[in-house]
Each structure stands twice: as C-alpha cells, then as structure tokens.
C-alpha cells in the first residue's frame, strides 16, 4: 500500500493563478480531509468528506474548493491564489467506522504564494 | 465549537528522563475520542496514542502513556525515558463521536519538544 500520496511536494504560484493539490490514498478509506499548517496555529481543517459525493466544511474553507467523486481520491482547489494561502498542506484519511480510529497522513505539500 | 489548548509552546527534557505534555479541551460531548500526534522533522504525521472517552482507565503504549482526567478535561501525555528521536512537534487532537461514521479531527497548536543529550 502507497497509503495517502500528496502531489505535488512543493509549488510556488503568483497571487491570481488557481491550482489543484492532489491526494490519494489506497487504503479505500471512507473518510477523507484537508488540513492547513502554518506557525503558532496547528493544523486547522479546510475541507473534508465522509465518502464519495459527500464534502463539508471545515474551520478556514473560503479561496479553496473540494469535491469527492471517487473513494480514492479528494483534491483541494485554490480558486484565486492570495498570499494568505502560503502554507504546508496536508491530507489525512481514516477508516469511518469507529471513530477512534487513526488518520493516516501524507506527506504535505509546501505551497509559496507570491 | 470543539477547542483544544496546549499550553506549553516548547518543552525540553534530558534524555532519559520523563516529561509531561499538558492538554486540555473544551467540549459539551460525552462521547469522543482523544490523541497525540508527533510530527518530527521530516514533517510526517504519526499517531502516537489514542484514548477513548468512554475508558476510565489511561492509555499506554511502551514509553508514553497519558493521564485522562474527564471532569477536568484534561489529558497529558507522558514521555518516559526519553529518546533522542522523541524530539519533535506534539499534537493534542479531539474528535467526537458521531453515529454511523467519522467526525472531524480538531487540533491544538501543538508543543514543541526537544530532547537534549
């Protein structure tokens, strides 16, 4: 198992142009989420799904977009990059059911908005 | 709204000895789930331990253990003999149970941990 894949690892963009990060995972999880980490504030959730065709909100959800079309795989838009958005990414997935069970990370994407 | 408190925005400890990492939450649920992430370096997210509400007794996995005080909302982590590569970041995450399936993960800020020879 690959487990949770991250693409890509490192990206900079220019304020205005919109991006896709990519995530997948293998484990044919059901639950699926997007975190931003920046310094002093811990990872805060953006965006998550609890299965296919199912996203919600998250604590810090404007300038990013998601959608679930397949178990696999969950991408995070950036619609109109601001230098706000400059931030390591991560996505996690976990198993539904129970609830205590772990999230699997990957590796995190380091996004730079210039 | 969920909120998880660390207080301690570094700690260090002398390798072979024991620290403690304080956590605290806020929350109106009776069912949910408690854990600590560590994240080194390399940035990777690790599960280090997990507690589950419902459980009076404290979890334990080899070196760390936590002490889960309900009432107080409170659940520390306890690093014994520590190690050189314990040195890291560490996260304090809640989630509360729902029916039929997984709730979001709310983290702290997190504390970071050095370990010194």
């Known amino acids: 198992n690959a487990g949770v894949t991250q693409t890509p690892k490192f990206q900079v963009l220019k304020t205005g142009q919109s991006m896709t990060l990519q995530c997948a995972q293998d484990?044919?999880?059901?639950?699926m989420s997007w975190y931003r980490q920046d310094p002093g504030m811990g990872l805060r959730l953006i965006h998550y799904?609890?299965?296919?065709?199912?996203?919600d909100q998250g604590e810090v959800p404007n300038g990013y977009n998601v959608s679930r079309s397949t178990t696999e795989d969950f991408p995070l838009r950036l619609l109109s990059a601001a230098p706000s958005q400059t931030s390591v990414y991560f996505c996690?997935?976990?198993?539904?059911?129970?609830?205590?069970?772990?999230?699997?990370f990957g590796p995190g994407t380091r996004l730079t908005v210039l | 709204a969920q909120t998880v408190t660390q207080s301690q925005p570094e700690m260090s400890v002398q390798e072979a000895e024991t620290v403690t990492l304080s956590c605290t939450y806020d929350?109106?649920?009776?069912?949910?789930?408690l854990f600590w992430y560590k994240q080194p370096p390399s940035r990777q997210m690790i599960l280090v331990i997990r507690?589950?509400?419902?459980?009076?007794q404290n979890a334990t996995e080899n070196r760390f253990s936590v002490n889960f005080q309900k009432a107080a909302k409170s659940f520390s982590l306890k690093i014994s003999d520590s190690q050189l590569g314990d040195a890291a970041m560490y996260f304090c995450?809640?989630?509360?149970?729902?029916?039929?399936?997984?709730?979001?993960?709310?983290f702290g800020k997190g504390t970071k941990l050095t370990v010194n020879p």
């Open positions: 996690a997935s976990s198993r539904g059911v129970p609830s205590y069970n772990e999230q699997f």
């Open positions: 484990m044919n999880h059901e639950y």
């Open positions: 799904s609890v299965g296919a065709g199912i996203t």
């Open positions: 929350t109106s649920e009776s069912d949910y789930y």
């Open positions: 995450a809640y989630r509360r149970w729902r029916q039929g399936g997984s709730e979001k993960l709310v």
């Open positions: 507690q589950e509400a419902y459980k009076q």
